[in-house]
C-alpha cells in the first residue's frame, strides 16, 4: 500500500505538484483497466459527484455513487480497479452499523484482491486507509480541497489520453 502524503500548510499548487509522479503512474496503468476482462468504476462522495462524472466521462466509464458500491460488489473481482473521490467531510460509514455501508464494501473489496485507488481529503481518513494508493490533499480548506480533485480529475484524463495502452491480451 503506497500513499501520497503532501506537505500540510503548504501552498496548494505546490501540493498538487507534489503528487505529479503519483499522477503519471496511476495515467500510465488506467489503460490496462480498458482492456480483457478487467472492470474500472469510478466511485464518489455526495460532494465530489461532478468531479467523478468529469472523470469516468474522460476515461470512458460510468461514474456510481460510494452509497451504492455495493450494488456492484458481486460484479468486481481481483484484478478491477476502483477508483474513489471523497472530500475530508464526507459521511461514508454507518455509525449504527459499522459491518455495512461503504467502507465494509471497500474493505471487502480489497480483501478479495479489488485495486482501489482514493483521492481524498487530508489524512489520516477512512476511505484512504481502505485504498492500495492514494493522493490525501491536505488541506482543511473545503474549496482548496475541491479544486485540487478537480485538477488531480483534469490531469488523470489528460495523461490517460497520452499513455499507450502498455498490456495487450492474448
Known amino acids: 500500500m503506497t500513499a501520497v502524503a503532501l506537505p500540510v500548510g503548504a501552498d496548494p499548487l505546490f501540493a498538487l505538484l507534489a503528487s505529479v509522479d503519483q499522477i503519471d503512474e496511476w495515467a500510465a496503468r488506467l ?8 472492470r474500472l468504476v469510478v466511485t464518489h462522495t455526495r460532494d465530489r459527484r461532478s468531479e467523478a462524472a468529469f472523470l469516468a466521462d474522460g476515461l470512458g466509464v460510468g461514474a456510481v455513487s460510494i452509497s451504492r458500491l455495493d450494488r456492484l460488489e458481486p460484479h468486481l473481482a481481483r484484478g478491477d480497479l476502483i477508483v474513489v473521490l471523497a472530500s475530508a467531510t464526507a459521511r461514508v460509514h454507518s455509525a449504527a452499523c459499522p ?3 461503504p467502507l465494509a464494501t471497500l474493505h471487502r473489496l480489497l480483501r478479495a484482491g479489488v485495486e482501489i485507488w482514493g483521492i481524498t481529503g487530508p489524512r489520516p481518513n477512512s476511505v484512504a486507509d481502505h485504498c492500495h494508493d492514494a493522493i490525501a490533499v491536505p488541506h482543511g480548506d473545503p474549496g482548496i480541497g475541491l479544486k485540487s480533485h ?3 480529475a483534469q490531469l488523470l484524463v489528460r495523461r490517460t489520453e497520452d499513455a499507450p495502452v502498455a498490456r495487450t491480451t492474448a
Open 31 to 38: 489503460p490496462d483497466y480498458r482492456i480483457g476482462d478487467r
Open 99 to 101: 459491518a455495512a455501508g
Open 150 to 152: 478537480q485538477l488531480i
